[in-house]
């Protein structure tokens, strides 16, 4: 049940400049989290913002959500080539098989990003 | 340190042969869970977990079967292989039961290879 779709699939840019990168979804929600793969690597959490939050920062991380454009978008300012990774949205769904169900996270494919030196 | 430990890291097994693949937290989170990670399908959920022996479907359930008779532990099982399982998988905590409202801390993947 993928309902977090991130839009650049792919992207590369050159280091210093800024990637923003966007996640749409199909249902209301919770919260959404933003999650960084290297290559081959366990994904890291990087921010979670609760849907009654319009903007998160973390470092040279910023984060805005847009619940009634159902959009969240994660800037990455100033990036290095370290920044070279996946980023994954994920967003919060009401799993239901029987009875009241319970929430659980879907993700989307992911954005590639490349920082080029 | 805090972590999700993942054995073995890489597998390659022949069609039928079961096999498990450990998972271990060390942070005592309530909440487990398994995911399979395969080019253009991106992360799809299999098994879950809510506490000890509370144990629910993904969304791609069929094929596995999963254990949680310890808080720290959360064993994927493969009783039968077959090719179409061959894949990256990930474990993954987090505190509380929910799953969907605290970050997730992920293990760095087991690469299976069914042959």
């Known amino acids: 049940s993928q309902q977090g779709e991130e839009d650049p699939q792919a992207l590369s840019i050159q280091e210093g400049e800024n990637a923003t990168m966007n996640c749409s979804y199909k249902?209301?929600?919770?919260?959404l989290q933003w999650y960084r793969q290297n290559s081959g690597r366990g994904l890291v959490h990087l921010i979670l913002i609760r849907s009654n939050e319009r903007e998160k920062h973390s470092g040279r991380l910023r984060v805005t959500l847009d619940t009634s454009k159902k959009s969240s978008s994660l800037l990455i300012t100033a990036s290095r080539a370290a920044d070279t990774a996946s980023y994954f949205c994920?967003?919060?769904?009401?799993?239901?098989?029987?009875?009241?169900?319970?929430?659980?996270?879907?993700f989307g494919k992911g954005t590639k990003l490349s920082v080029i030196p | 340190e805090a972590q999700v430990t993942q054995n073995p890291r890489y597998l390659i097994t022949v069609t039928g042969k079961k096999l498990t693949v450990t998972c271990s937290q060390n942070?005592?989170?309530?909440?487990m869970s398994w995911y399979r990670q395969d080019p253009g399908l991106g992360l799809r959920q299999i098994y879950y977990s809510m506490n000890v022996e509370v144990t629910d479907k993904g969304d791609v359930p069929e094929g596995y079967k999963v254990s949680r008779k310890e808080k720290r532990n959360f064993p994927l099982i493969l009783e039968s292989p077959s090719p179409n399982q061959t894949s990256l998988y990930f474990c993954?905590?987090?505190?509380?039961?929910?799953?969907?409202?605290?970050?997730?801390?992920f293990g760095d993947g087991t690469r299976l290879s069914i042959l």
């Open positions: 942070m005592n989170h309530e909440y």
């Open positions: 993954a905590s987090s505190l509380g039961t929910g799953g969907h409202n605290q970050p997730q801390h």
């Open positions: 994920a967003t919060d769904y009401l799993k239901k098989y029987s009875g009241a169900g319970s929430y659980q996270l879907t």
């Open positions: 249902t209301s929600i919770n919260n």
